[in-house]
């Protein structure tokens, strides 16, 4: 049994791992200022961006969700690894050999579950991709060719094939150590009466990996006649694949998605590879399911929509009634983006592999630019199943295509399709048309419910966090000063938290210019989850200035919540005063009433000093 991975040895993983980097290979980050980036949270949905990460600390946090933490608390949170295999991963990623403090370097077998079953899909992956060269293969070597693919082709995409026999993979599998359970598990086996049995016969295979690259599951195309099963088949549901998350080709297009902001929805894995050689490198498809929620989800993280209309995706249909079907579905969706959507649809019918095998790579590149805006695609489609040419087939059509016109968010661009859909029915009377969609379309709509107004900030608990993160990130600036405040000038329970934090690491005096080593110290005064992510939050969000006049808003927040500090000693003399009699307690009445003079001159001081930032 491995014992305890080396803390020099997890220092150095941290140290060779960039968080920017590791997080882009799931999530577009762009910069967002001050230093740093920001982007879409994987960890739950949202509109727009509130992730942020910090790389000169090494730190993120979403401000949408609280999660938070370094590099090796993301990769354990994203890929659902326990800290020792997010460490392994990262050491691989970077090229570190692990030591551990008890047996040496770890053996392979004592890796997670989760690691051992993406090797054993790249072992799989391997052992196909060499089976396409095998005489055995001709026929899907003939099927590749047949639709303009070349031998490089296939090795780009790492296409292979599986034999057809019974235990061709398991047996190769279990040769190299991975176990019947476990390649069961990963879907690359079905259990037989004499052990594992091969998922995939006969078939021409493509892997289907993840956003950072790594083979998770297979898709398989039939080409023996003997063959009685379905046309495509794929791999199940497992702790790696889940059909639903999953988009064939977004390893390769994902950074051409983010510099483009552009995604190009196909059908099939011949159409991601013919788009991606024909010039069309941002497409990517479902593998065995329909398009849905879930890969809107990982889609948006790469192209960052955000309240403007940047950015486009645009989905590949047939023209024929099932793929205008699709297209609609796909509009069932389209809120769900904020981006702007299309549709590209070729009439005759052909998908993009076979367009480019009949008239070339320019062909593929052409029907994409000729995208025609899905909620265009979506009226014309709905009122092209009526006849237009009596009134009732007129008023049928727009009673139909009412609620899609209706649920336009954009004010201005659902104003702009009521008028097309007068024209396109030939009514030639906007107002009557826009009446119409306000009725049958506010019917089934509903009426929007107002969002709850947000509860105000105290102006005070602001000033305590701005110092708060100053102290975490600017440590230098404010100093001993900071330490001799009195703890009580922190109201809010949190930022008691923190100051305590702050407090027990040495106080601000002995954290130097601060960076990482001083998170990490602060993380380590941290007992439990919540304290942690705190900390981890005002070492991530933004100081409410430029770096150029970071020192002078330091010394104001220092003297605004001095300042608090004063008026809370001024209220209570006041109270003291009140409660004596002037004549009788003379002596006591002036001695408070010098204390309240001195008070309030010393709140003026500090409030021009706070005025100063």
Same mark, same amino acid.
């Given at each position: 049994?491995?014992?305890?991975?080396?803390?020099?040895?997890?220092?150095?993983?941290?140290?060779?791992?960039?968080?920017?980097?590791?997080?882009?290979?799931?999530?577009?980050?762009?910069?967002?200022?001050?230093?740093?980036?920001?982007?879409?949270?994987?960890?739950?949905?949202?509109?727009?961006?509130?992730?942020?990460?910090?790389?000169?600390?090494?730190?993120?946090?979403?401000?949408?969700?609280?999660?938070?933490?370094?590099?090796?608390?993301?990769?354990?949170?994203?890929?659902?690894?326990?800290?020792?295999?997010?460490?392994?991963?990262?050491?691989?990623?970077?090229?570190?050999?692990?030591?551990?403090?008890?047996?040496?370097?770890?053996?392979?077998?004592?890796?997670?579950?989760?690691?051992?079953?993406?090797?054993?899909?790249?072992?799989?992956?391997?052992?196909?991709?060499?089976?396409?060269?095998?005489?055995?293969?001709?026929?899907?070597?003939?099927?590749?060719?047949?639709?303009?693919?070349?031998?490089?082709?296939?090795?780009?995409?790492?296409?292979?094939?599986?034999?057809?026999?019974?235990?061709?993979?398991?047996?190769?599998?279990?040769?190299?150590?991975?176990?019947?359970?476990?390649?069961?598990?990963?879907?690359?086996?079905?259990?037989?009466?004499?052990?594992?049995?091969?998922?995939?016969?006969?078939?021409?295979?493509?892997?289907?990996?993840?956003?950072?690259?790594?083979?998770?599951?297979?898709?398989?195309?039939?080409?023996?006649?003997?063959?009685?099963?379905?046309?495509?088949?794929?791999?199940?549901?497992?702790?790696?694949?889940?059909?639903?998350?999953?988009?064939?080709?977004?390893?390769?297009?994902?950074?051409?998605?983010?510099?483009?902001?552009?995604?190009?929805?196909?059908?099939?894995?011949?159409?991601?590879?013919?788009?991606?050689?024909?010039?069309?490198?941002?497409?990517?498809?479902?593998?065995?399911?329909?398009?849905?929620?879930?890969?809107?989800?990982?889609?948006?993280?790469?192209?960052?929509?955000?309240?403007?209309?940047?950015?486009?995706?645009?989905?590949?249909?047939?023209?024929?009634?099932?793929?205008?079907?699709?297209?609609?579905?796909?509009?069932?969706?389209?809120?769900?983006?904020?981006?702007?959507?299309?549709?590209?649809?070729?009439?005759?019918?052909?998908?993009?592999?076979?367009?480019?095998?009949?008239?070339?790579?320019?062909?593929?590149?052409?029907?994409?630019?000729?995208?025609?805006?899905?909620?265009?695609?979506?009226?014309?489609?709905?009122?092209?199943?009526?006849?237009?040419?009596?009134?009732?087939?007129?008023?049928?059509?727009?009673?139909?295509?009412?609620?899609?016109?209706?649920?336009?968010?954009?004010?201005?661009?659902?104003?702009?399709?009521?008028?097309?859909?007068?024209?396109?029915?030939?009514?030639?009377?906007?107002?009557?048309?826009?009446?119409?969609?306000?009725?049958?379309?506010?019917?089934?709509?509903? @009426?929007? &419910? #107002?969002?709850?107004?947000?509860?105000?900030?105290?102006?005070?608990? =602001?000033?305590? !966090? $701005? +110092?708060?993160? *100053?102290?975490?990130?600017?440590?230098?600036?404010?100093?001993?000063?900071?330490?001799?405040?009195?703890?009580?000038?922190?109201?809010?329970?949190?930022?008691?938290?923190?100051?305590?934090?702050?407090?027990?690491?040495?106080?601000?005096?002995?954290?130097?210019?601060?960076?990482?080593?001083?998170?990490?110290?602060?993380?380590?005064?941290?007992?439990?989850?919540?304290?942690?992510?705190?900390?981890?939050?005002?070492?991530?969000?933004?100081?409410?200035?430029?770096?150029?006049?970071?020192?002078?808003?330091?010394?104001?927040?220092?003297?605004?919540?001095?300042?608090?500090?004063?008026?809370?000693?001024?209220?209570?003399?006041?109270? @003291?005063? &009140? #409660?004596?009699?002037?004549?009788?307690?003379?002596?006591?009445?002036? =001695?408070?009433? !010098? $204390? +309240?003079?001195? *008070?309030?001159?010393?709140?003026?001081?500090?409030?021009?000093?706070?005025?100063?930032?």
């Amino acid at each position: 049994m491995a014992g305890r991975i080396r803390d020099v040895d997890i220092a150095l993983v941290r140290e060779r791992s960039p968080i920017a980097d590791v997080i882009g290979e799931h999530i577009q980050l762009r910069n967002a200022g001050g230093g740093n980036l920001k982007g879409l949270c994987p960890f739950h949905d949202e509109k727009s961006p509130s992730f942020n990460v910090t790389p000169e600390r090494g730190m993120y946090f979403c401000f949408g969700c609280s999660e938070g933490g370094d590099v090796i608390t993301f990769v354990e949170k994203i890929e659902h690894l326990t800290f020792g295999e997010a460490v392994e991963r990262l050491a691989q990623r970077a090229g570190i050999q692990l030591q551990y403090e008890q047996g040496g370097y770890m053996p392979r077998r004592d890796h997670g579950e989760r690691a051992r079953l993406i090797e054993a899909h790249k072992a799989a992956a391997e052992f196909y991709a060499d089976k396409l060269l095998g005489p055995d293969a001709a026929p899907g070597r003939r099927f590749l060719s047949e639709r303009g693919f070349e031998r490089a082709d296939a090795e780009l995409f790492g296409v292979g094939y599986a034999p057809n026999e019974w235990e061709a993979l398991a047996r190769h599998l279990m040769g190299r150590g991975f176990t019947a359970e476990e390649i069961v598990k990963g879907g690359l086996a079905k259990e037989g009466r004499r052990g594992p049995m091969d998922r995939f016969r006969g078939r021409l295979i493509w892997p289907i990996r993840d956003a950072t690259g790594d083979v998770i599951g297979f898709g398989a195309r039939k080409l023996l006649d003997s063959d009685d099963g379905p046309k495509y088949l794929n791999t199940p549901d497992s702790p790696l694949y889940k059909k639903s998350q999953v988009l064939y080709g977004i390893d390769l297009a994902k950074r051409e998605i983010s510099k483009r902001s552009q995604a190009v929805i196909v059908e099939g894995y011949t159409d991601v590879m013919a788009c991606h050689l024909a010039g069309v490198p941002t497409a990517v498809a479902t593998c065995g399911t329909s398009f849905g929620e879930e890969h809107i989800k990982i889609l948006r993280r790469f192209l960052l929509d955000q309240a403007e209309f940047r950015g486009e995706v645009i989905f590949t249909f047939d023209g024929d009634a099932a793929g205008q079907k699709a297209a609609l579905r796909a509009f069932a969706d389209e809120q769900k983006f904020v981006t702007q959507t299309y549709v590209a649809v070729q009439p005759d019918g052909l998908d993009p592999c076979d367009l480019r095998v009949k008239q070339g790579d320019a062909a593929v590149r052409d029907l994409i630019a000729s995208r025609e805006p899905l909620f265009q695609f979506a009226i014309r489609s709905t009122i092209s199943r009526y006849d237009l040419r009596s009134n009732e087939g007129k008023i049928a059509a727009l009673d139909a295509a009412a609620p899609i016109v209706a649920g336009i968010k954009d004010v201005g661009l659902r104003k702009r399709y009521a008028i097309d859909l007068d024209r396109w029915l030939g009514f030639m009377d906007e107002r009557f048309v826009m009446q119409r969609i306000a009725e049958v379309g506010g019917a089934q709509q509903g @009426r929007p &419910q #107002r969002a709850p107004k947000a509860a105000p900030v105290d102006p005070n608990v =602001r000033v305590e !966090g $701005e +110092l708060l993160k *100053l102290a975490i990130q600017r440590p230098a600036l404010l100093g001993p000063r900071f330490d001799a405040l009195d703890p009580r000038a922190f109201t809010a329970p949190d930022h008691v938290l923190v100051h305590q934090v702050i407090t027990a690491a040495g106080g601000a005096a002995s954290a130097g210019h601060g960076g990482r080593e001083w998170v990490d110290r602060l993380l380590e005064q941290c007992h439990d989850e919540v304290t942690r992510a705190l900390v981890t939050r005002f070492a991530v969000e933004a100081i409410r200035a430029d770096s150029h006049t970071e020192e002078r808003y330091g010394a104001a927040m220092l003297a605004a919540i001095e300042a608090i500090a004063v008026d809370r000693a001024i209220a209570q003399v006041k109270s @003291r005063i &009140q #409660r004596l009699n002037p004549v009788d307690e003379q002596q006591d009445y002036n =001695r408070l009433f !010098g $204390e +309240l003079v001195a *008070l309030e001159q010393q709140r003026r001081v500090l409030r021009d000093r706070a005025a100063g930032s």
